[in-house]
């Protein structure tokens, strides 16, 4: 039966196919355009922000706490009302972003190079630097990110350097799993073996053949891993250990806002982590949508 | 004789985003008790999807789209999805290619078996054990008591295929439909299998659909033989005469390029081309592209032209051509 | 099968040895706990004296050998902060986080696993889409920020439930528990809920994916054919062939809730070992660190090993030596 359903008409580039398949889902595009838009505005949070959040000059501490809708002292309306310091919650929010992508691109796109690099390695290189690699690689997965990155964040201290080689020392596991799985599949071909045979082979082998399999694995874990990134952050920030209070991320706003919580004061922590949930769903519906249509058992 | 299974325009379609895919394409043919006819075609030409709509066996996206398909008298087409699963494994049964596959892994091969079981029967759990022995007997697989415990693992490919048929023969079945049963098993083991059936199908009298891509298998097997192409029967007639005198440029194809046919040392002959997309069927007969006899007048489908107890979907067959060039 | 066990137990020691001695090099090569243990107007004399006490002025390997002769003798030494003994400290916490692990894992794998089949087996309906876009809502919603919503929700605007504590507890051998009593109960369901949803949300996937590929799977066709019910092959068939990869990661994240209660009890003020690293984080209260960071990894390879021996009985290939698949 699947044999006839997939005897479709010829291909075109395989790229416009996928991005073809790609469209098909409606939800997987909006998140696409959300994920987007979010990282556009990220970029240029300093341009688009009503204030600057970190400005003191703006800040009145008259205007603290105000609800959204509030007509501030200085004949600005706060759409989304003020926080703890007086500070315009959208325009935090929108720094916020700001620090949060940076964070979760930075942690992704380290533990990314650093992962994909033990896994190839591990696959080329085989005998025991494949057994001590995959061997720590397989101990640290068998423990939670979140508690490695909750232990290093405690000892390494404050600061944004700081956080990110928590995140990336909590995540690269899971990319150089995924790499040496991919290249080692590529390694036990015939073809490669014969390359390995001839001494220009290593560097070709490596770039032309191992790492051109591991991507599209790659990428579906890195979308994945970069949400999980910004999850972490947040998290870590919550419990005061990520970011210092100066340069606030999403999750630091939401800690901000958790004891006025009570009072009823909820503007302070929803709407930052509103944001915050938009963010993380649209990059995961995108790598959900991703990994659908490269996995071959799911295809027809 | 009467026929056990008629079959009758028979049509089933998956409705897919490019659009309405016709796998089978008004298919008709009757099986008589005990007897057993080949199915065979390429990869894609529809024989299985054929196999699996005689069990009502077709999961949305797909569809039987027309046709009749009686067994014992009864009209499966339109029947409830509960009356159809009383009738399979009772009535008709299938067995497939992969024997790795079909079984359970984590299951007894007894427990498996008293589940096809108790599906159409009350038995006692000492009864049912009794029954699943003298299955597994009665298919060739020794000390059968003992093997009732084992995993299907632990059986060897062979082995295992038999515990499948016997699943499909436990309730004495008047059909089996086999797709493609010997495929992914050793040559040797594939002649004991062949053999297997061929003696149960005459000891039972169970009559039977033998689906297969290798018309040197079906020889040796079937009465009769029917070669579809692109989700159409092309040709049907007696066994012997198809294989010896074929009529469709396609069924002869197929048989130019079983090694038998070939001198050693001579590169086996192929169909040139491909089997197109039944999304993208040509105008015409469907294997008019990859025809050499393909003339014009192919642009237009053929129907069935019937010459005794033979028949054969073409407006240039092999035989007949060469015969009025004779006279 | 006594093989394997042996097997296993010998990986499950040398990954213990191997943790132990990062956990322990890793806390003790940050910072210094001297300065919280001694005033700040301290003589040098007296700081030397503390440094000597703690026996921080050892060598670091003769720091690991002490640490371990102490461990085997069943002590993790004092807590700096609490000054008592650690285990003692966090044995009096443990049950609290227990309850509330085990509660949250076996509510999120009964209702996700059950709402995963059927997502599964209905994959295109309306019902299994809500479903799935419950997961993704799960999966993507940071656990703290629901538990925020949580308490907002049924604490502060109904008004259902208290939004802290453990509440009423019951001493059962000696322990007490929440669960027990009906204030109690109010108690643990918004932060064990809390602690369910993501859970619940990879369950449900996972059981979605894997009745997927098992309903397409030629054994249920071949089940089908010989005219078992969908009920039946559902029970017998479907459930049997997903529960290997749901009794993994069942094992994992029975480890990872405990990880995760974390972030769950310092939102809910929930008196277990999870507020308890946190606070010690804080202080940089090593002898806690250790024992908690040492303990978990215990737990970790305990769970890893029993997973292991599950398979075992589960899935005869594995049993007889076979690689599972």
């Known amino acids: 039966m699947t044999e006839i359903l997939s005897a479709a008409p010829a291909p075109a580039s395989p790229l416009r196919l996928f991005w073809r398949e790609f469209r098909r889902n409606r939800l997987a595009t909006a998140a696409l355009a959300v994920t987007v838009a979010l990282a556009l505005l990220a970029a240029f949070a300093p341009l688009v922000a009503p204030q600057n959040p970190y400005d003191l000059a703006h800040l009145s501490l008259a205007d603290a706490r105000r609800p959204p809708g509030y007509l501030g002292t200085g004949g600005y309306v706060y759409l989304l009302g003020t926080d703890p310091q007086g500070r315009d919650l959208l325009s935090a929010i929108l720094y916020g972003l700001r620090v949060s992508v940076e964070i979760g691109l930075a942690a992704g796109c380290i533990a990314l190079t650093i992962g994909a690099t033990f896994g190839v390695l591990a696959a080329y290189a085989g005998g025991w630097i494949e057994t001590l690699i995959m061997r720590a690689v397989d101990l640290q997965l068998s423990f939670p990110a979140i508690l490695l990155a909750l232990v290093l964040a405690a000892l390494l201290g404050q600061g944004k350097a700081q956080l990110v080689t928590a995140l990336v020392a909590a995540q690269y596991a899971y990319f150089a799993r995924t790499a040496y799985g991919a290249a080692a599949a590529e390694r036990r071909k015939d073809y490669i073996e014969a390359a390995m045979a001839t001494p220009l082979g290593a560097g070709r082998v490596v770039f032309r053949h191992l790492l051109p399999n591991c991507a599209p694995p790659l990428i579906v874990v890195a979308t994945v891993q970069i949400a999980s990134s910004i999850s972490l952050e947040a998290t870590l920030s919550f419990l005061g250990l990520g970011l210092p209070v100066t340069e606030p991320s999403l999750g630091m706003l939401i800690s901000n806002g958790f004891p006025y919580m009570m009072s009823g004061r909820y503007w302070i922590s929803v709407y930052p982590g509103l944001m915050l949930i938009l963010l993380i769903m649209a990059i995961n519906i995108v790598g959900d949508q991703v990994r659908d249509q490269l996995n071959p058992r799911l295809r027809r | 004789m009467s026929a056990v299974l008629e079959v009758r325009g028979l049509r089933t379609e998956f409705l897919t985003a490019a659009g309405i895919l016709r796998a089978v394409d008004d298919i008709s043919f009757s099986l008589s008790a005990g007897e057993i006819i080949g199915l065979v075609g390429e990869s894609g030409s529809g024989k299985s999807v054929t196999g699996f709509s005689l069990l009502g066996l077709i999961d949305p996206p797909g569809r039987i789209a027309g046709g009749s398909v009686r067994l014992n008298g009864a009209e499966l087409v339109g029947m409830t999805p509960g009356e159809l699963r009383r009738r399979r494994g009772r009535e008709i049964a299938m067995i497939f290619q992969d024997p790795i596959a079909t079984l359970n892994p984590l299951l007894t091969v007894g427990q498996q078996m008293a589940m096809a079981l108790a599906a159409h029967e009350r038995v006692s759990t000492k009864a049912a054990a009794d029954r699943c022995t003298e299955a597994l007997a009665r298919v060739g697989i020794p000390s059968p008591r003992a093997r009732l415990s084992a995993y299907p693992h632990e ?95 396609y069924t002869c194809g197929l048989l130019d390029s079983l090694p038998a046919a070939t001198a050693p040392g001579v590169p086996l002959r192929q169909i040139p081309g491909a089997m197109p997309s039944l999304l993208a069927l040509p105008p015409g007969c469907a294997f008019q592209p990859r025809c050499a006899c393909a003339t014009p007048d192919c642009a237009v489908a053929p129907e069935m032209t019937v010459e005794r107890d033979r028949s054969w979907r073409c407006f240039h067959p092999a035989g007949v051509a060469s015969e009025r060039v004779a006279s | 099968m006594l093989g394997f066990v042996v097997q296993r137990a010998f990986q499950a020691f ?312």
């Open chain 3, 14 to 325: 040398v990954v213990m040895v191997v943790m132990s001695m990062i956990v322990f090099v890793g806390v003790y090569a940050v910072g210094n706990p001297v300065d919280i243990v001694i005033p700040p107007d301290a003589t040098q004399a007296m700081r030397a004296e503390a440094i000597h006490r703690l026996g921080l002025d050892l060598p670091l390997w003769q720091q690991y050998g002490v640490f371990v002769w102490r461990l085997l003798h069943g002590d993790f030494g004092r807590s700096f902060v609490y000054n008592m003994p650690v285990l003692d400290l966090i044995g009096g916490r443990l049950p609290a986080t227990l309850e509330l692990v085990l509660i949250s894992i076996l509510f999120a794998t009964g209702v996700g696993v059950s709402l995963g089949v059927y997502a599964g087996v209905r994959p295109s309906g309306l019902v299994a889409k809500s479903i799935m876009g419950l997961s993704i809502l799960g999966f993507s919603v940071p656990s703290f920020w629901v538990g925020l919503i949580l308490i907002l929700t049924f604490a502060v605007s109904l008004g259902w439930l208290p939004a802290g504590g453990r509440g009423e507890t019951v001493e059962v051998f000696g322990v007490p528990w929440s669960f027990l009593t009906l204030d109690g109960l109010g108690h643990i369901v918004l932060p064990a809920l809390n602690l369910a949803l993501f859970k619940m949300a990879m369950m449900i996937r996972l059981a979605r994916a894997g009745t997927r590929e098992a309903m397409l799977s030629d054994t249920v066709k071949f089940a089908r054919a010989a005219g078992i019910s969908e009920g039946t092959i559902l029970r017998r068939h479907v459930l049997k062939l997903i529960s290997i990869p749901i009794i993994t990661v069942f094992g994992l994240e029975l480890g990872s809730t405990v990880a995760f209660a974390v972030v769950t009890e310092t939102i809910f003020s929930w008196p277990g070992i999870g507020k308890l690293i946190i606070d010690s984080i804080g202080v940089l209260d090593r002898p806690v660190m250790v024992a908690y960071l040492v303990l978990t990894a215990l737990l970790f390879v305990m769970i890893n090993f029993t997973v292991d021996l599950v398979f075992a009985a589960i899935d005869p290939r594995v049993r007889s030596g076979k690689t599972r698949t």
């Open chain 2, 155 to 249: 059986f060897s490919g062979g082995m295992r295929q038999r515990v499948a048929i016997a699943i499909a023969l436990l309730h004495r079945p008047a059909v089996i439909v086999a797709d493609e049963p010997t495929t992914a098993l050793d040559v040797s083991i594939q002649a004991q299998i062949v053999a297997e059936m061929r003696s149960l199908a005459r000891e039972f009298g169970v009559a039977m659909i033998w689906i297969s891509h290798d018309l040197a298998v079906v020889s040796g097997l079937a009465s009769r033989i029917l070669v579809m192409y692109a989700g159409r029967i092309v040709e049907e007639g007696p066994a012997a005469r198809v294989l010896r005198d074929p009529r469709h440029p």
